[in-house]
Nanobody, 120 residues
Framework: VQLVESGGGVVQAGGSLRLSCATS????????RGWYRQAPGKQRDMVAIISSGDSTNYADYVKGRFTISRDNAKNTVFLQMNSLKPEDTAVYYCYLRGRRFPFSESREYWGQGTQVTVSS
């Protein structure tokens, strides 16, 4: 299973970006999909996650500005980021927890990351 992010870039404060994460390879069950981010010198933190039942959870600092969604038919998850702030600058990682086979253990998968830079 491979996760490939796209959509990062440089944007001015107040602007918007939309990240996409495409999944390749077969997977029997996806439990959670989401986005994390890591700024230089900081730990990787959860930004937004969406469960198989479509429940969502957001970090407090992005609530009302970011929206996570997915296209099950295309096995893709998105992160719409509006009203971006300089403190949103980070590498954004796509995340998936699921089972490759029906009776295998659930495990985590990560994308390679995409840089988002917000200039003031």
């Amino acid at each position: 299973v491979q996760l490939v992010e796209s959509g990062g870039g440089v944007v001015q404060a107040g602007g918007s970006l939309r990240l996409s994460c495409a999944t390749s390879g077969s997977i029997a069950r996806i439990d959670v999909r989401g986005w994390y981010r890591q700024a230089p010198g900081k730990q990787r933190d959860m930004v937004a996650i969406i469960s198989s039942g479509d429940s969502t959870n957001y970090a407090d600092y992005v609530k009302g500005r970011f929206t996570i969604s997915r296209d099950n038919a295309k096995n893709t998850v998105f992160l719409q980021m509006n009203s971006l702030k300089p403190e949103d600058t980070a590498v954004y990682y796509c995340y998936l927890r699921g089972r490759r086979f029906p009776f295998s253990e659930s495990r985590e998968y990560w994308g390679q990351g995409t840089q988002v830079t917000v200039s003031s």
